[in-house]
């Protein structure tokens, strides 16, 4: 099992800048992509970043330049800094990983896991 913790979420005024931080424990299973996601009220959850365990990365189009996503593969983080806020971006945010267990490395096998969400509002 793998577990995601997100930190980092809040109130900022529009303009600012916001980092979030997800941390994913689970020492038997081998993380592969992680993304961050966010979900406004009445509005289906949308991707907002990728970056696979080589680093490549992809945004989009609505926070494309204001937005970067980063990771440490050593300890299993995820970061994503915010500048440029807008109350557009005002959603729950959510830690997603694809993870493959230790043994099936190598043999198609990938799950899904989801962190808590942290609440970012960007007040106009």
């Known amino acids: 099992q793998v577990r995601l913790v997100e930190s980092g979420g809040g109130l900022v005024q529009a303009g600012g800048s916001l980092r979030l931080s997800c941390a994913a424990s689970?020492?038997?299973?081998?993380?592969?992509?992680m993304d961050w996601y966010r979900q406004a009220p009445g509005k289906q959850r949308e991707l907002v970043a990728t970056?696979?365990?080589?680093?490549?990365?992809n945004y989009a189009d609505s926070v494309q330049g204001r937005f970067a996503i980063s990771r440490d593969n050593a300890k299993n983080t995820v970061a994503l800094q915010m500048i440029g806020l807008k109350p557009e971006d005002t959603a729950v945010y959510f830690c997603?990983?694809?993870?493959?267990?230790?043994?099936?490395?190598?043999?198609?096998?990938?799950?899904?896991?989801w962190g808590q969400g942290t609440q970012v509002t960007v007040s106009s």
């Open positions: 689970g020492s038997t299973f081998r993380i592969n992509g």
């Open positions: 997603h990983a694809l993870a493959t267990p230790l043994p099936l490395v190598g043999r198609g096998f990938e799950y899904d896991y």
């Open positions: 970056i696979t365990s080589g680093g490549s990365t």
